[in-house]
């Protein structure tokens, strides 16, 4: 079968094997995102162009060790390959292993083989091979192994067009079995293939050991799987253990056969010098602690120049639209409600992709598993599983993804104080609000002449929701009774340079999403705002200027008349009769109504917050002002006292309430779902609005 526009290729390999670099040089900006059909996990797909000029669609599968999952990631995988009427059930494989760690590599190419689906190997990170004095006889090792070899170097791309080659050749199924398992259940592989009308032996023996697991199964193929099971004895678990065994054992035949390592015995990797500075009980924790310094110092060292530009241009557009329409309703809706709302979004793209410009160097290059394994040490003290450290790392990003992750916990208790605490971390959309207040409340100096102030408040903000997720979840540890030791096991791959291809991708990637799926509903909410804000019920709207001109002196200006104008309709719209609704309730913390609006509409999503704001100041200044929203934050007066409205205890007391509350629905909407039910998300909600609450009217009052 020759290759053609509709084969699908499935790339497979175990974590760290380099396989999601290897998907993003075949597909480059062509790739699509989205989930696996009927669950959360991330699907990556991409045409792949061939050697011939035809494409194929190529599916990047999860990282998997295994067949037999142990996580909804790995199960995704088992799906996809056991079921051949799955909608991404591919025509070929291709399975992606570390060439300088082949013996761990191959258990998972040698199960997926027996499978009978057409299958290339892909040799990748031959370099580290090389670095490691590893001699490997590739003919030897495709003989042996009954299969086509691909040596690769995905950083460099070395052998990626002879994979494209391969990929264009006829698809051929393996000639015989790797491993044979009829000694193990030969009985109950044949009534399974007989009853289900199977040809190979080991996805009969697969439906035998994973029944319960695959989801293309009836309830009645299942019952009628667990009678065959019962009526010859078959027990899945020994048989499994010793098929794992019997499989490591002519791989580590194989693997010494055609492997030859001159390196010195016992020689220390370069890796595991470093590993001994980075993973040190001390020196450890302040490389972490320099590390993200240095991060949020660069935030607003390097996103300064950019965000400026971008916040002169859109200001030049609405001035632009405003001086080129006439004046009316659309003049407004465009320059009040759409480029308000716009400019909440776009401004903060230079901050997002340097968040997770940084987040993807310290991956590619291998330094986030040791922040992990790192943080590990830390987070048992309070009553976490080791587990917990991926997820709540994972939520700086992002929390939604991080509390799917929580689905590698094994244990229902730890998992729930995973899921519970994980939204204090603070994620990127907290990025825009906390970088607007501190623009306009810390001052822009340096501290010892080398730290900028600013960038040290945004550090401690995430420190402080880090912290407090630790808190919480010691807490919750003597409240849910927790007594289980839980474990944490991961592999450390080895440093190595960052592919700055893979971080470009990362970053536009990440930018595209928050600029489409943020700023979509940024946008949205700017609209709605626009509306809420320009219209209202009753006579003091309707008869705003009879009210306005009773109020100021008769000697009052043009230009006073239509700025006190302006601010009375807006507070007499409806956005302001929602604001007015709330305010005895925030006031306390120093917020007044048009505050009040932002923290309704940030429900929808913590960043919506700056777009809010952006809308209401557009609506409340004169037509003539076309500053920023910081700088018309900063020229904002507090009608009660006449003095600044945006204090530093006013700053502050906001950021401290944007750490700490659950102001992202998508978020409810995780943890119900993970959960089961509306317990755990209205305890969640309830308990950090509490705390959010609290702290804002503790560090209002302090900075007072």
Avoid at 11 to 30: A, C, D, I, Q, R
Avoid at 559 to 574: D, V
């Amino acid at each position: 079968m020759s290759a053609k526009p509709d084969l699908k290729i499935a790339l497979v390999g175990n974590p760290n094997s380099g396989k999601t670099t290897l998907f993003n040089l075949l597909t480059g900006l062509k790739q699509r995102t989205g989930n696996f059909p009927g669950v959360t996990v991330d699907k990556k797909s991409g045409p792949v162009k061939l050697s011939d000029g035809q494409t194929a669609e190529l599916i990047d599968l999860p990282g998997t060790y295994s067949i037999y999952p142990k996580t909804l990631d790995e199960q995704v995988v088992q799906d996809i390959l056991f079921d051949e009427a799955h909608a991404l059930h591919p025509d070929l494989i291709v399975i992606v292993a570390d060439a300088s760690n082949l013996k761990r590599n191959l258990l998972l190419f040698t199960q997926i083989r027996d499978l009978n689906i057409p299958i290339i190997l892909v040799l990748n990170m031959m370099d580290v091979a090389e670095r490691r004095q590893l001699k490997i006889d590739l003919r030897g090792l495709s003989i042996d192994l009954g299969v086509k070899i691909i040596p690769t170097n995905s950083h460099s791309g070395d052998g990626v067009d002879a994979l494209r080659n391969a990929l264009n050749q006829s698809l051929i199924k393996p000639k015989r079995a790797f491993y044979n398992v009829r000694p193990l259940a030969e009985k109950t592989i044949d009534d399974l293939k007989s009853e289900f009308n199977l040809q190979d032996d080991y996805r009969a023996y697969q439906l035998a050991q994973q029944s319960v697991r695959l989801n293309f199964l009836s309830e009645n193929e299942k019952n009628r799987i667990e009678a065959i099971k019962q009526e010859n004895g078959f027990y899945d678990v020994p048989t499994q253990s010793q098929e794992t065994l019997d499989r490591y054992a002519l791989i580590s035949d194989i693997v010494d056969r055609n492997i030859k390592n001159s390196e010195e015995a016992g020689k220390i990797t370069l890796s595991q010098k470093i590993d001994r500075i980075t993973t040190h009980k001390v020196f450890g924790y302040a490389i972490f602690l320099g590390i993200l310094m240095l991060i949020f110092q660069a935030i607003f060292s390097w996103g300064n120049a950019p965000m400026d530009w971008i916040e002169g241009s859109l200001g030049s557009l609405s001035d632009l639209v405003k001086t080129s329409l006439p004046e009316g309703v659309l003049n407004d809706l465009l320059t009040d409600g759409i480029i308000a709302g716009l400019a909440g979004v776009l401004v903060f793209i230079p901050q997002i992709a340097l968040l997770f410009g940084f987040i993807s160097l310290l991956e590619e290059s291998g330094y986030m598993s040791r922040a992990v394994f790192l943080m590990d040490r830390l987070m048992r003290n309070f009553g976490l599983s080791g587990k917990s450290v991926v997820p709540l790392v994972s939520g700086m990003a992002c929390a939604i993804p991080a509390i799917m992750a929580t689905r590698n916990i094994e244990s229902w208790k730890d998992r729930l104080i995973t899921i519970f605490v994980t939204p204090f971390m603070s994620c990127s959309a907290r990025l825009p609000v906390y970088t607007l207040l501190i623009a306009l409340v810390v001052p822009d100096e340096t501290v010892l002449g080398v730290f900028n102030l600013k960038g040290l408040v945004l550090t401690a903000l995430y420190l402080l929701g880090f912290f407090a997720a630790l808190l919480s979840a010691w807490g919750m540890k003597f409240i849910l009774k927790t007594k289980q030791k839980g474990y944490f096991i991961m592999e450390l791959p080895g440093y190595k340079i960052p592919k700055w291809k893979n971080v470009g991708l990362t970053i536009f990637e990440k930018s595209k999403t928050f600029v489409f799926e943020a700023g979509k509903v940024i946008i949205a909410i700017s609209i709605l705002l626009w509306v809420l804000a320009s219209y209202g019920f009753g006579d003091k709207f309707n008869n705003a200027e009879k009210y306005v001109r009773l109020e100021l002196p008769t000697n009052a200006s043009d230009e006073e008349f239509e700025t006190r104008l302006n601010a009375y309709k807006l507070e007499h719209s409806m956005a302001g009769s929602f604001g007015k609704l709330i305010e005895p309730t925030i006031s306390p913390l120093g917020y007044d109504w048009k505050i009040g609006i932002a923290l309704i509409t940030s429900f929808a999503a913590r960043e919506v917050f700056v777009g809010t704001i952006s809308t209401i100041y557009s609506i409340g200044a004169d037509e003539e002002d076309q500053l920023t929203i910081t700088e018309k934050l900063s020229k904002e007066i507090n009608p009660k006292t006449g003095e600044p409205m945006y204090t530093m205890a006013l700053g502050f007391s906001l950021m401290v309430f944007y750490a700490f509350a659950m102001q992202c629905m998508s978020t409810i909407a995780v943890v119900y779902r993970e959960t089961k039910g509306w317990k755990w998300p209205l305890i969640q909600v309830a308990y950090m609005t509490a705390v959010a609450y609290l702290s804002a009217l503790a560090v209002y009052n302090i900075f007072s």
